[in-house]
């Protein structure tokens, strides 16, 4: 009879032991689900801020990586000093963490340090410390950059409403337009609205003053090169497409000639790259491949259509905020 109850008081203390352990798991395991699922790691922050550094063309050289004191942050072993070109803003850095981190569990906190004027910045996920770096400006460096440049085909096909929103992307480039009397005054309105604009020479005009073929003789060829240069002053370079064949090769050697002697040179639009994708997705790869294979110190034209030119405005922000340049093209001619 004491043999049972021994038996029988055995069994109920290994049921007892086994509750308790269920008890104590589902006690444990409850707060570690609730953490993997709202909170972000240490290390998918750092990728984050990473990409962001490297978007904006910061060498991984300036970027320091330090211990952190024992006794601050039970969460955190390490932080990072990084050292910005001048010509780079730490606050527009700091605007796309936060893009970066949108809708998701975690909190950006930025201050100004008075001991050495950096900008602290500390990442909270469950209000707890994850990343803290130290940015700091640092004129003994600088980012390389290379400069590209765009001519625009078709601005004509364009209507009012989208030559307004054209005009209103903040991005030089310049305007290939045909030779004719009326766009006298979308030229004037192009460089109001801080664009340059190029003309596009040919044979097929209805204006005489404007008329470049042989059967005029040269008196009156030279007479209007004169008056294309007077009407059309803006531009140093005038572009001639070799694909239209709109001139014999002498009378072409002429004109060219001509411009030079007045100031003027002659561009031929078969000397730029023309990016044309069969789809937006195409398109968007191809000025990815262009502009991302230029390298330090490297200068290049490329020809665009109008309405390709607006697609391609997330590609260009992309490859500006590295420290690249856009410019009018006249700066690489």
């Known amino acids: ?8 008081f055995l069994i109920s203390f290994v049921v007892f032991l086994l509750l308790l352990n269920v008890l104590i798991a589902s006690l444990t395991k409850a707060p570690n689900q609730v953490i993997k699922k709202n909170e972000e790691t240490i290390e998918q922050i750092e990728k984050k801020f990473f990409n962001v550094f490297n978007n904006f063309g910061l060498k991984q050289k300036w970027i320091e990586k330090r ?5 601050l942050y039970d969460s955190l072993k390490h932080f990072y000093n990084l050292k910005v070109p001048v010509a780079v803003s730490i606050p527009v850095i700091i605007k796309d963490l936060n893009e970066q981190f949108a809708n998701q569990t975690v909190k950006i906190e930025s201050s100004e340090l008075k001991s050495d004027g950096s900008t602290k910045l500390t990442v909270f996920s469950n209000n707890i410390v994850k990343f803290i770096c130290k940015m700091n400006y640092s004129s003994d460096i600088s980012r390389a950059f290379s400069k590209a440049a765009f001519l625009i085909d078709d601005f004509e096909s364009l209507n009012e409403i989208e ?48 008329e470049l073929n042989e059967d005029i003789g040269l008196k009156r060829l030279t007479e209007n090169v004169n008056s294309i240069i007077s009407h059309f002053n803006s531009p140093r370079a005038f572009f001639i497409n070799p694909n239209k064949k709109y001139f014999n090769e002498s009378i072409q050697n002429y004109i060219v000639e001509r411009f030079k002697k007045r100031g003027r040179f002659i561009k031929y639009t078969n000397q730029y790259n ?45 490859y500006q905020k590295k420290g690249n340049k856009i410019v009018f093209p006249t700066y690489i001619f």
């Open 274 to 318: 023309l990016i044309k994708g069969e789809n937006s997705e195409d398109l968007h790869s191809l000025i990815n491949f262009h502009l991302n294979t230029l390298a330090f110190g490297d200068t290049k034209v490329f020809r665009i259509s109008a309405q390709d030119w607006f697609k391609i405005q997330g590609e260009i922000i992309k």
């Open 1 to 8: 009879m004491n043999k049972r109850k021994v038996i029988n």
């Open 67 to 71: 211990i952190v004191k024992k006794g």
């Open 163 to 210: 030559r307004e929103q054209f005009y209103s992307i903040p991005v030089p480039c310049g305007i290939i337009l045909e030779l004719e009397a009326n766009k006298q005054i979308l030229a004037s309105e192009i460089k109001k609205n801080k664009k340059q604009y190029f003309i596009e020479l040919n044979n097929d005009v209805d204006d005489m003053d404007y």
